[in-house]
């Protein structure tokens, strides 16, 4: 995502999750999205030229606020992100920005956070300052609370191995184009036809699905018939899918949730 833009920066999240086993990946990811946050130089964002991109780019940047693992006497970081750091985020993000128009928190390791640091972090993210944003890196997304994820855009950074395959793409499309037309009766037909897929090859096809949801919602590409709230309502559904996967859920009653919620109540056109 080191080409990572936005056509607008009004339409930004408040709060991202910026997914990856690789430290540099996520760390580079977030310096992204944070000088996207911060950008005053007009038209797509980040422009990369602006003071205020240059100063995050340098890491000077005071509106730029990175919370980190402490680390104890001998230098290692210590195993969580403590509570006290996040109620530290909570009371900073209400004081205005020094010059640009939010504040950005990065929030490193966010996946060592405990229930009672999430919960913290999950008032500011429910009820956020019009001022300040926040980009939570993770390892292991699965750690955060759903109720935290849930308030959250995800973006996963994958290496080229983990690039969804060709067949993966062109059934994430299928599916996409039943959900777009709003018929559940498309939608059940699609599921039907492939609930025998296999264990891997439904989970690279969820992969592939929230792949182009992201790229849906961070990169303003067409949509369809789908406005921003279905896309985010799609990305929750396929994160819950892809959390039944990875525990072992079959891939029958996975597909029948599909069936069931990918077009909202009132939305069937038959």
């Given at each position: 995502?080191d080409?990572?833009?936005?056509?607008?920066?009004?339409?930004l999240?408040?709060?991202?999750?910026?997914?990856?086993a690789?430290?540099?990946?996520?760390?580079?990811?977030?310096?992204?999205?944070?000088?996207?946050?911060?950008?005053?130089?007009g038209?797509?964002?980040?422009?990369?030229?602006?003071?205020?991109?240059?100063?995050?780019?340098?890491?000077?940047h005071p509106?730029?606020?990175?919370?980190?693992?402490?680390?104890?006497?001998?230098?290692?970081?210590?195993?969580?992100?403590?509570?006290?750091?996040?109620?530290?985020?909570?009371?900073d993000?209400?004081?205005?920005?020094n010059?640009?128009?939010?504040k950005?928190?990065v929030?490193?390791?966010?996946?060592?956070?405990?229930?009672s640091?999430?919960?913290?972090?999950?008032?500011?993210?429910?009820?956020?300052?019009?001022?300040?944003?926040?980009?939570l890196?993770?390892?292991?997304?699965?750690?955060?609370?759903?109720?935290?994820?849930?308030?959250?855009?995800?973006l996963?950074?994958?290496?080229?191995?983990?690039?969804?395959?060709?067949?993966?793409?062109?059934?994430?499309?299928e599916?996409?184009?039943?959900?777009?037309?709003?018929?559940?009766?498309?939608?059940?037909?699609?599921?039907?036809?492939?609930?025998?897929?296999?264990?891997?090859?439904?989970?690279?096809f969820?992969?592939?699905?929230?792949?182009?949801?992201?790229?849906?919602?961070?990169?303003r590409?067409?949509?369809?018939?789908?406005?921003?709230?279905?896309?985010?309502?799609?990305?929750?559904?396929?994160?819950?899918?892809?959390?039944?996967?990875?525990?072992?859920?079959?891939?029958?009653?996975?597909?029948?949730?599909?069936?069931?919620?990918?077009?909202p109540?009132?939305?069937?056109?038959?």
């Open positions: 995502m080409n990572l833009s936005f056509k607008d920066g009004k339409q999240s408040h709060a991202y999750i910026v997914a990856s690789s430290v540099e990946d996520r760390a580079a990811t977030a310096l992204r999205l944070a000088q996207a946050l911060v950008c005053s130089g038209g797509a964002v980040p422009c990369g030229v602006c003071r205020d991109c240059r100063k995050a780019r340098d890491g000077v509106d730029v606020i990175y919370i980190r693992r402490q680390r104890d006497d001998n230098g290692t970081p210590k195993k969580e992100l403590l509570v006290e750091q996040v109620r530290y985020m909570v009371g993000a209400y004081v205005l920005p010059e640009a128009a939010r950005v928190y929030v490193e390791d966010a996946d060592t956070m405990n229930a640091a999430q919960n913290a972090a999950l008032k500011l993210l429910e009820e956020p300052p019009k001022a300040a944003a926040f980009i890196c993770a390892a292991n997304p699965a750690m955060l609370l759903p109720t935290v994820r849930s308030r959250c855009v995800e996963r950074r994958n290496s080229d191995s983990d690039v969804p395959d060709e067949e993966s793409g062109r059934l994430a499309g599916f996409l184009a039943a959900a777009d037309t709003g018929s559940r009766a498309e939608v059940l037909k699609w599921c039907v036809g492939h609930e025998g897929l296999e264990p891997a090859a439904a989970r690279d969820v992969s592939a699905v929230l792949a182009e949801v992201d790229e849906r919602l961070c990169f590409a067409p949509a369809g018939n789908f406005d921003r709230r279905q896309l985010m309502r799609l990305w929750e559904l396929f994160t819950k899918c892809r959390d039944y996967l990875g525990a072992n859920t079959g891939v029958r009653h996975v597909f029948g949730l599909l069936a069931v919620d990918a077009v109540d009132g939305k069937d056109n038959q």
